[in-house]
């Protein structure tokens, strides 16, 4: 009677293949550049505010109003920054997004199903926890949505920041967590953040993505064609009424990610690798710098913990989003019969989760949507995303450098490049032809050896020394 059969385990949190590490390299490289000026922007921008001196200036560049009057797009600064600047973030999330779904991890439904539930338990507990302390607390129950973001770039600043060497499949987790936490932010901004829609200017936008969903069909090329059309179409959308940064989304998942013969890149990956500077570098920071805004004081600081809707999305970045994306990780692991990486252990998950407690950019867009005509809750709420943020990031520098030594030594590995053929010997050890090259390298060290030994002896035979 043969044996039963025992349904195979994978490893959850394993190692990347080789084109996925370079693309996560790549990606994670530019946003920890641009998660360095972020924090920058926001230092900036607290300085600016809280020094007496400055204080007004800030306002009155935030407040002043530029653009077309009779296109509707007479916009403060502040306002061109939200809806304008992070259109641009939002365009690169969306095609990040697509080639997840053609070509990364989500692609296939038994990988994608760690990093998908993950990112929903992270978004959902951040959310209950924020619920419940204002259902105690009698307070407002519209910023549920608040603490559901992760900010990459803030968190890999951190990370660059703490000098952590990061195993690339933590990395690639943190990365892929924040391309499913950024399309449910999405969702939630374009379902529970639009305003009276003006079907008129909506159906202009879905006309004007119809027409750029076809151009990118026939093959049309040329950044003027593109850009012009970007630009009409954002317009109609936010003079509709839906967040101008959904127009951003739409255009990004368009974009084809997929190659074909004879092409390095596709077009999404050869746009988004044009445009994530762009977008990291100054479109996020300038966002932030705007945003960022917020008076800081003992007693606005006290109040952070004394309000339920400002405590409620402490609670949700710090508490909220460690054990959502613990949890989801953890149950996902448990029912579909996958096992933790032998390289990683379940704190090193829960390290990573305490990490994505960092909800910069989008929490603070959504606190200003959720709060708008608000001024004093805004405020409230922007510091309470600062101080959340803060401690999560406080909480994961900690938990991380605990196992700081072990993540070198994996990093070390993971980056060996002893035939210097710019492969990391990890992925070449099955090869025949490495294990020939390597053996060439070593002969030739052990010849060189050989060589010095004998210079060395013939040098002692001439100074009188011993045969």
């Not at 009677?1 to 959850?12: D, F, G, I, L, Y």
């Not at 230092?43 to 530029?66: E, I, K, R």
């Not at 660059?160 to 950024?182: E, Q, Y």
């Not at 909220?320 to 390289?343: E, N, Q, Y």
Request: hydrophobic residues 55%; glycine residues 10%; charged residues 15%.
């Amino acid at each position: 009677m043969a044996a039963p059969r025992s349904t195979p385990t994978r490893k959850v949190l394993g190692r990347l293949s080789l084109p996925e590490r370079a693309f996560v390299a790549d990606a994670l490289r530019t946003e920890t550049v641009g998660g360095v000026l972020l924090l920058l922007a926001a230092v900036t921008a607290l300085v600016w505010v809280n020094v007496p001196a400055l204080h007004d200036s800030y306002q009155s560049v935030s407040d002043f109003h530029f653009g077309p009057e009779v296109l509707g797009l007479n916009l403060s600064v502040a306002h061109w920054a939200a809806d304008g600047l992070l259109a641009v973030f939002f365009f690169v999330a969306g095609i990040e997004l697509k080639r997840e779904l053609v070509a990364g991890d989500l692609k296939d439904p038994k990988a994608a199903a760690l990093p998908v539930v993950a990112a929903l338990c992270g978004m959902a507990v951040p959310a209950l926890v924020y619920t419940l302390t204002n259902v105690t607390g009698g307070g407002s129950l519209a910023g549920w949505a608040v603490p559901t973001a992760t900010d990459i770039a803030f968190a890999l600043a951190v990370l660059a920041v703490i000098g952590t060497s990061l195993p690339n499949a933590l990395r690639a987790f943190l990365l892929t967590l924040a391309v499913v936490d950024d399309l449910f932010a999405i969702l939630i901004i374009a379902v529970f953040f639009t305003d009276d829609l003006d079907f008129a200017a909506l159906g202009g936008a879905v006309v004007g993505l119809a027409v750029f969903w076809l151009l990118l069909r026939k093959g049309v090329r040329g950044w003027y064609v593109y850009v012009p059309l970007a630009l009409v179409v954002w317009g109609l959308m936010y003079n509709s009424g839906i967040h101008a940064t959904i127009a951003g989304v739409a255009m990004g998942l368009m974009l084809r990610c997929t190659r074909r013969e004879g092409e390095e890149r596709s077009p999404g990956e050869h746009i988004e690798h044009l445009v994530r500077p762009l977008s990291a570098g100054l479109a996020v920071p300038l966002f932030a710098l705007f945003s960022a805004g917020v008076a800081v004081s003992g007693g606005a600081l006290g109040k952070v913990f004394t309000q339920p809707e400002t405590l409620g999305v402490v609670l949700g970045l710090v508490v909220g989003k460690a054990l959502g994306i613990f949890g989801g990780t953890w149950l996902t692991a448990r029912f579909t019969r996958a096992s933790l990486s032998d390289d990683l252990a379940w704190p090193d998950v829960f390290a990573v989760a305490s990490l994505a407690g960092i909800g910069f950019t989008v929490s603070l867009l959504i606190g200003e949507l959720a709060f708008e005509g608000d001024r004093a809750l805004t405020d409230g709420v922007k510091a309470a995303v600062l101080t959340g943020s803060l401690i999560a990031a406080v909480l994961a520098t900690g938990l991380l450098k605990i196992r700081n030594a072990k993540y070198q030594a994996l990093w070390a590995v993971e980056e060996r490049d002893e035939d210097l053929d710019g492969v990391p010997d990890i992925y070449e050890q099955d090869d025949p032809a490495y294990h020939l090259r390597m053996a060439e390298i070593y002969e030739r060290k052990a010849a060189e050896h050989r060589r010095l030994a004998e210079v060395a002896g013939g040098a002692g035979d001439g100074d009188g020394g011993p045969a």
